[in-house]
């Protein structure tokens, strides 16, 4: 373990370090591509340009303005609206050149301007014509051009100057139209990168330990809140009238006790309440270290309205897989679907702001089959569960980083977004059932492993990349995590993780 490892460990809060394996594997963080990014990142349409001395670009800049008015994407606004004849592309300038006046133009000491008007479907050729007509100076000379440009912005300065070569000047103005913002993505890389291991190798140790407990397959999940400098991490509390605390869904997500069967007298972290195996697994782990992490996370009423100026991660939730936990493994069963690794670490999350409400306490119900095993059934489990939201007036998992060990099916990649997750990393991808990555699904992805036993090809098609996408109404940023040594976690590729 090296010297920046460990510091990231001694920074953990005493759960945390507690539970983080003696073997850490290292890895690499490997941005998610967005769908847009990877299928409309050259989406050509035509566009009129004309040329005219410098003296008129004025005029003709204000008729080009008039078809397109405010409109940001019909202005076309990466690429230049005047370029010098010497900077078009040296198609364009062969082409330009034998046509009308252009030996004029393109040759010695020019004083001319190519001149971008718009698109052609927006502009209609007589009356553009119309108008160039107006100007004194080329009136008896007009030249209308149709060239091919791209009609999104570049998402990087090398794709801007290939762009430029084969259509037209184009700006890259370091924003991405098509995904999340570049200047974001490393911003907090950089902060994800410094522990991302721990969590990872947490995640895959969790998994191991449900899987070898047949309580499901080998995955796992972990939720942890970063506190990042400069950046106030405390929800917004509204309080309505006659009211202690806010009742509003849009501050936080409740869960109705009998749907989740809570018995609140298991809730509350105490050690003497827990199974004994439990209690013997928590070793120099004190009920203090506990009470230290709940107060840590609640701090002081005032302390919370402050901007943090140290960073700072706090472990949440942890859960493996427990889709067999109470089923029978059997031949074309699936198991339980709502005791994903990822829907029992929200349901814990959520178990938590059920807590902090301070509800009435219940006579536990007695339940032959619990659908949302939100409950622990690992010491793990059980130890960060006893801990407190760390922001119980916030909504559920709203700006909450998870890991897991493999790609999230889409059911569970819905329920990431729904739970407002800000950030997800996983190792494994599923290219037949996962919801998170936008490549093309291979349709020899379970053929090539030589792990399918059925007939045919499988799959296929677009990926979802559901983490951003805008038609829905909340977007994420996503890494795949490349561990620097291979993992024994592979499963079936149809299996919904």
Same mark, same amino acid.
């Given at each position: ?274 199974? =004994?195996? &439990?209690?013997?697994? #928590? $070793?120099?782990?004190?009920? *203090? ?6 107060? +840590? ?81 690992? =010491?793990? &489990?059980?130890?960060? #569960? $006893?801990?407190?939201?760390? *922001? ?6 709203? +700006? ?98």
């Amino acid at each position: 373990m090296g010297d920046s490892m460990k510091q990231a460990v001694e920074e953990l809060d005493p759960i945390a370090r507690h539970l983080v394996p003696p073997n850490i594997k290292l890895g690499t963080l490997v941005p998610l591509k967005t769908n847009l990014e990877l299928r409309d990142n050259l989406s050509l349409g035509f566009a009129y340009i004309t040329r005219a001395p410098n003296k008129l670009t004025n005029s003709i800049v204000e008729i080009a303005r008039a078809f397109t008015s405010d409109d940001t994407a019909k202005n076309l606004p990466h690429l230049r609206r005047c370029v010098k004849p010497g900077d078009l592309p040296l198609h364009l300038k062969t082409q330009f050149m034998n046509e009308g006046n252009g030996r004029q133009v393109h040759f010695g000491k020019s004083n001319w301007l190519y001149i971008l008007m718009g698109p052609k479907d927006d502009i209609p050729y007589e009356e553009l014509v119309r108008r160039l007509s107006n100007i004194d100076g080329i009136r008896d000379d007009i030249f209308v051009g149709v060239i091919p440009v791209p009609l999104l912005a570049p998402t990087s300065q090398m794709l801007a100057s290939v762009w430029s070569a084969q259509f037209w000047q184009t700006i890259y103005r370091k924003n991405n139209p098509l995904g999340p913002h570049p200047s974001t993505i490393t911003r907090f890389e950089n902060y994800v990168a410094k522990d991302a291991s721990i969590w990872m190798s947490l995640a895959h140790q969790i998994a191991d330990k449900s899987h070898k407990a047949g309580l499901g397959e080998p995955v796992g999940a972990v939720i942890i809140k970063r506190t990042i400098p400069g950046k106030s991490g405390g929800a917004k509390t509204v309080v309505k009238p006659n009211a202690v605390e806010s009742d509003s869904a849009s501050d936080c997500v409740r869960t109705d006790p009998n749907d989740c069967n809570l018995d609140v007298q298991s809730t509350g972290g105490d050690m003497e309440s827990m199974p =004994s195996a &439990e209690a013997e697994y #928590y $070793g120099d782990v004190k009920q *203090s270290d506990v009470d230290a992490s709940n107060a +840590e996370a609640q701090g002081e009423d005032a302390a919370k309205q402050d901007i943090p100026t140290k960073e700072s991660t706090e472990i949440v939730a942890i859960a493996g897989d427990a889709r067999w936990h109470q089923q029978v493994k059997c031949e074309g069963s699936n198991g339980n679907p709502l005791a994903h690794a990822a829907l029992r670490a929200i349901s814990m999350v959520a178990q938590k702001l059920v807590r902090a409400e301070n509800r009435p306490k219940s006579e536990p119900q007695i339940m032959e089959f619990e659908s949302f095993q939100d409950k622990p059934l690992l =010491s793990e &489990e059980q130890l960060v #569960y $006893g801990t407190d939201h760390p *922001s119980p007036d916030g909504y559920l998992c709203h +700006e909450l980083e998870l890991y897991m060990t493999h790609e999230p099916c889409i059911m569970c990649a819905m329920a990431i977004l729904h739970s407002r997750m800000g950030r997800i990393v996983f190792q494994h991808r599923m290219p037949l059932t996962g919801g998170m990555c936008a490549e093309d699904r291979g349709y020899d992805a379970c053929k090539a492993s030589g792990a399918c036993d059925h007939d045919g090809n499988h799959g296929g098609g677009q990926g979802l990349g559901l983490f951003y996408r805008k038609e829905l109404n909340w977007s994420m940023l996503g890494w795949e995590w490349e561990a620097s040594e291979p993992e024994d976690m592979m499963v079936d590729h149809h299996l919904h993780a």
